[in-house]
């Protein structure tokens, strides 16, 4: 099955900063890869996605970056808020239904 | 439609009973997947069900775990004896078709002890 590492674990910006969050992924196969972001006590819950025919998608503050030859996509958040602060998973999937999730990072933002 | 539902949300069972785990899927969505949830592993895909029929069941940790899938409305995730470790949050989700989001039911808490 695919592997997918998430990297960092934890990570902690002041309020108004950039928080940029990096995954990789095994199977070149892969073809849709979310983000879900979990509050505390909360489930999951998508916050953007990227399918490999795109290099690059942006909502509002939040962007997602894909490099399919070296089988990396990152998650970059601009200006970011206390509300930002939680746990964000990235995932990848190939069969279109399998979605292996990365281990997450705990975000922090401190005002 | 109230979304995925999960049932109980929260379990606290001694060590060595059965368990069941309920959720009832997004009506119309072919996809359902269960996943444990811990502190040192993150998310882990325990089983995944494609038009009711288990397809990958990889994720599941051994011989005590147990999904099923009768219909497409209802799905059962059994732990038969549970132990101290398999204490977390399990989480089901389904997908409506390829390629699209994922959407989560609320979760159960387990703690076994």
């Known amino acids: 099955g695919e592997n997918v590492e998430q990297h960092p674990s934890t990570l902690s910006v002041q309020e108004g900063d950039s928080a940029v969050i990096k995954c990789t992924y095994s199977?070149?196969?892969?073809?849709?890869f979310p983000w879900y972001k979990q509050e505390l006590g909360k489930r999951p819950q998508l916050i953007i996605d990227?399918?490999?025919?795109?290099g690059e998608k942006k909502d509002q503050r939040i962007a997602v970056t894909l490099n399919k030859t070296a089988k990396h996509f990152s998650l970059h958040i601009t200006e970011t808020q206390p509300e930002d602060s939680a746990v964000y998973f990235c995932?990848?999937?190939?069969?279109?239904?399998?979605?292996?999730f990365g281990t997450g990072t705990s975000l922090t933002v401190i005002p | 439609d109230a979304g995925v539902i999960q049932s109980p949300r929260h379990e606290v069972t001694e060590m060595g009973q059965e368990v069941t785990l309920r959720c009832k899927p997004i009506?119309?969505?072919?996809?359902l997947f269960w996943y444990r949830q811990t502190m040192m592993r993150g998310l882990e895909l325990l089983i995944y069900?494609?038009?009711?029929?288990?397809?990958?069941d990889s994720g599941m940790p051994e011989d005590r775990f147990s999904a099923k899938m009768p219909n497409a409305s209802f799905s059962t995730l059994k732990i038969q004896p549970s132990e101290p470790r398999d204490s977390a949050v399990y989480f089901c989700?389904?997908?409506?078709?390829?390629?699209?989001?994922?959407?989560f039911g609320q979760g159960t808490r387990l703690t076994v002890v």
């Open positions: 995932a990848a999937s190939y069969t279109g239904n399998q979605f292996y």
């Open positions: 199977d070149s196969a892969s073809n849709y």
């Open positions: 990227i399918r490999s025919n795109v």
């Open positions: 009506s119309g969505h072919n996809s």
């Open positions: 069900f494609n038009n009711n029929v288990p397809i990958d």
């Open positions: 989700a389904t997908v409506p078709k390829l390629n699209t989001e994922a959407f």
